[in-house]
Each structure stands twice: as C-alpha cells, then as structure tokens.
C-alpha cells in the first residue's frame, strides 16, 4: 500500500503564492505516473496537473501560467508551485499517484489508485 502525505497549504491573499509537497512512502513512486486534484465546497473533485516519472508535464487551462508542477524522484517527492493564486483556486487539494501509465495529460480520478488526505488553500481577495 502506498501512502501519499501532502502539506504546505494555508491561507493567502489574492495573488499570492504557496507550495505544496507531496511524499510518498515507496521509493517505486519514482515510476508512477502522479498529479494534483482539488475540490472546492459543493464542487467535484477536478484535476489540477499531472506529471509523468520522466517529468512531462500537463495542466488544466485554468492554472496553465500560474502553477508548476515538478517531481523529485531522488525524495519521492512531488510539489505544486501555485503563483498568482485566485479566490477561485481555493479548494482542499490532494495529491494522487499511479503505478500505471496516465499519459501526458492530467487524467480522470478514476485513473489514480493511490490517494493523500489533502491540504486545505485558501485565497482571500
């Protein structure tokens, strides 16, 4: 079983910046494909960004010029740049993780088996 911990959320003013990280338990994470959800209240969960082991990387249009996805395969370690943040962008945010092959794209919810607990981003305007 793998496990997924995220941290690095918090409450920000409009524009602002935070990084999220994500650790995962197996040093295996370095082949899986991973990436970034949030669900905001009310709403469903959505993708965010995705990463393949060999780093590509995609966004939704959304967060494409703002946020940054990257991976440090030596920690198992994911993160989430988030510049220019928006009241819009508030939401939990999770990190997800699969031994499979997603592709260079985002990819449904569905398709990560793997899952971290979230952390909470909060942007006031």
């Known amino acids: 079983q793998v496990q997924l911990v995220e941290s690095g959320g918090g409450s920000v003013q409009s524009g602002g910046s935070l990084k999220l990280s994500c650790a995962a338990s197996?040093?295996?994470?370095?082949?899986?494909?991973m990436a970034w959800f949030r669900q905001a209240p009310g709403k469903e969960r959505e993708g965010v960004a995705g990463i393949e082991s060999d780093g590509s990387a995609s966004y939704v249009d959304s967060v494409k010029g703002r946020f940054t996805i990257s991976r440090d395969n030596a920690k198992n370690t994911m993160y989430l740049q988030m510049n220019s943040l928006k009241p819009e962008d508030t939401a939990m945010y999770y990190c997800?993780?699969?031994?499979?092959?997603?592709?260079?794209?985002?990819?449904?919810?569905?398709?990560?088996?793997?899952w971290g607990q979230g952390t909470q981003v909060t942007v006031s305007s």
């Open positions: 997800a993780a699969d031994p499979r092959t997603v592709g260079r794209r985002v990819g449904h919810l569905n398709e990560y088996n793997y």
């Open positions: 197996t040093y295996n994470a370095k082949h899986y494909s």
